[in-house]
């Protein structure tokens, strides 16, 4: 299985259990995270992204919400099934997220021909599966990722390691 992150960049306008929650329901909705996918604890996630733990749970509670995991004492929180009715999206989210990623790029220099390529090969592409967490150290932004996988395979991992 190759490895799914949710990355935070806490420079973002977008606040981080936000771009948890709408990184979290995109990887679901898309099918890269299936019916019944154990996801990580809320403190586990919290730690991988260096962030509260109460951040995260706010995420969950919000895919909760819009049924998208469950969580059940005992057995974790898992993925939940699909409704079978299509999704409609949130316009005033996606614009947010499109002005959010349009202001990024250009402060780094990239014109508006550049932004669009960017955007047309993320959309024709894999994700991105590059394993880090990226600190650049030289007061640049600051972007967090963490996995999010079954959890099984991450214990099986871990004791190969």
């Given at each position: 299985m190759s490895e799914r992150a949710v990355r935070?960049?806490?420079?973002s306008q977008v606040p981080p259990y936000e771009q948890i929650r709408a990184q979290l329901a995109a990887l679901?909705?898309?099918g890269?995270?299936?019916?019944?996918?154990?996801?990580p604890t809320v403190r586990q996630l919290a730690a991988d992204l260096?962030?509260?733990p109460g951040t995260v749970a706010?995420?969950?509670?919000?895919?909760?919400?819009?049924?998208?995991?469950?969580?059940?004492?005992?057995?974790?929180?898992?993925?939940?099934?699909l409704p079978?009715?299509?999704?409609?999206?949130d316009a005033h989210q996606l614009g947010t997220l499109a002005r959010d990623f349009t202001s990024a790029a250009r402060a780094l220099g990239a014109g508006t021909e550049?932004?669009?390529?960017?955007?047309?090969?993320?959309?024709?592409?894999?994700p991105d599966t590059a394993p880090a967490a990226v600190d650049s150290g030289k007061g640049g932004p600051r972007t967090t990722e963490a996995s999010v996988k079954v959890t099984a395979v991450r214990h099986r991992l871990e004791r190969q390691a």
């Open positions: 935070v960049d806490t420079t679901i909705r898309t890269q995270l299936t019916d019944g996918e154990r996801l260096d962030l509260a706010r995420a969950y509670r919000e895919l909760e919400a819009a049924e998208l995991i469950r969580t059940r004492r005992g057995a974790g929180t898992r993925v939940a099934a079978s009715e299509p999704h409609a999206h550049d932004i669009l390529t960017a955007v047309r090969n993320a959309l024709n592409s894999e």
